[in-house]
């Protein structure tokens, strides 16, 4: 490994990286240093109330997820990067209020945004090496035991909003974040200040009160843990707060006011596909699983399988006005083979049965 770097040197490579970052595609890159002991204490208070709920995966590997240096050892600087995910002449409101579409976060309306940007992140590691020589890096792009918001916070790309996703004062918040762990003792940039003051539009606008307080996150009431993380039954409580959201929820960024900053993405692989930024509900539920794996081959959703994808648009059809379509539907669903399927279809044609 290369250690002969002067300050300077290391300094010169820093500002380096970032424009090679840039011209990546990267909007932003940062680096940070290895230090989450307040990020650590936060993330095992989360953990302890049970509020991630049955994301089991949170709670394995011990500390490796806020210690870099116990993940990959002889980690010292983690390089943080962003990119811009927001479709050009995007209408996300205007899907929310119409209860026969589909709303899908926009985040996931085009291709799977993990190899792009490992593939980016991987480029720019070799850019690197081109420069300063081996040197010890891996790439992370929500990939592993990561903490990526307090990363990018430490980083300078943005502080944590009462939300709890990253938000940037000059670009607003939709963007993904993505990680180069690295063995060089390259200068820290400056976190971000918190910039949220009295606002509360993100708490007062969550359809499930799943932010319990400014900087908490209940995920068991968030409707993008429940379309996307949680299996089996989604509560009864909850699903008439779902509305139409059938992947995801984007509430509470469409809220906070610094996103009339934001910018539209560049990336054309983040450009809508199968119509699905205003898809019909009852189009998307007559998929079959072939054309369901078909058509999102490549797609941050295809994970989430049929089953979940058909139960999800159960509930927002329970929840859509109600029409002879839309309820012969949701009968055609009723004796599906998947017992999760069929219960979310009959509570759905339930909730358009004249009451006594």
């Not at 980690?75 to 479709?87: A, E, F, H, K, Q």
């Not at 980016?120 to 070799?126: C, I, M, N, T």
């Not at 004062?169 to 180069?180: K, P, V």
């Not at 779902?242 to 610094?258: E, H, Q, S, T, V």
């Amino acid at each position: 490994m290369i250690r002969q770097q002067t300050s300077t040197d290391l300094a010169t490579l820093a500002t380096d990286i970032k424009s090679w970052g840039k011209a990546l595609g990267f909007q932003q890159v940062g680096i940070a240093d290895t230090d989450l002991t307040v990020a650590e204490e936060q993330f095992e208070r989360w953990l302890s109330k049970g509020h991630h709920g049955s994301m089991e995966y949170m709670a394995r590997h011990g500390r490796k997820r806020s210690r870099p240096d116990q993940l990959v050892p002889g980690t010292l600087r983690i390089i943080s990067v962003r990119m811009n995910y927001l479709p050009p002449d995007d209408s996300p409101q205007e899907v929310l209020d119409n209860p026969q579409l589909a709303f899908i976060s926009r985040y996931a309306l085009g291709r799977d945004y993990h190899k792009l940007m490992r593939n980016r992140l991987q480029k720019l590691a070799q850019r690197i090496e081109q420069a300063a020589g081996p040197f010890g890096y891996r790439a992370f792009v929500d990939s592993a035991p990561v903490l990526e918001k307090p990363l990018a916070g430490k980083a300078g790309l943005g502080w944590t909003g009462k939300h709890c996703n990253i938000v940037n004062r000059n670009e607003g918040a939709w963007f993904f974040l993505g990680e180069l762990y690295t063995d060089l003792p390259l200068p820290v940039d400056n976190a971000e200040t918190d910039h949220c003051g009295r606002c509360t539009a993100c708490i007062d606008l969550c359809p499930t009160d799943a932010i319990i307080a400014p900087y908490q996150l209940d995920a068991r009431r968030c409707i993008s843990y429940l379309t996307i993380e949680h299996e089996g039954a989604i509560p009864v409580s909850l699903r008439p707060l779902m509305g139409n959201r059938i992947y995801g929820c984007d509430d509470c960024l469409m809220a906070c006011p610094w996103n009339r900053f934001a910018q539209v993405s560049e990336e054309p692989d983040f450009l809508p596909r199968n119509g699905l930024d205003s898809a019909s509900l009852i189009a998307l539920f007559r998929w079959s699983e072939e054309a369901f794996l078909r058509r999102l081959e490549g797609s941050p959703i295809r994970r989430i399988g049929h089953i979940r994808w058909l139960r999800n648009i159960a509930v927002a059809l329970g929840n859509a006005e109600t029409t002879d379509e839309v309820v012969l539907a949701l009968q055609l669903r009723a004796d599906h083979p998947s017992e999760t399927v069929r219960e979310h279809a009959i509570w759905a044609i339930s909730q358009h049965k004249p009451a006594n």
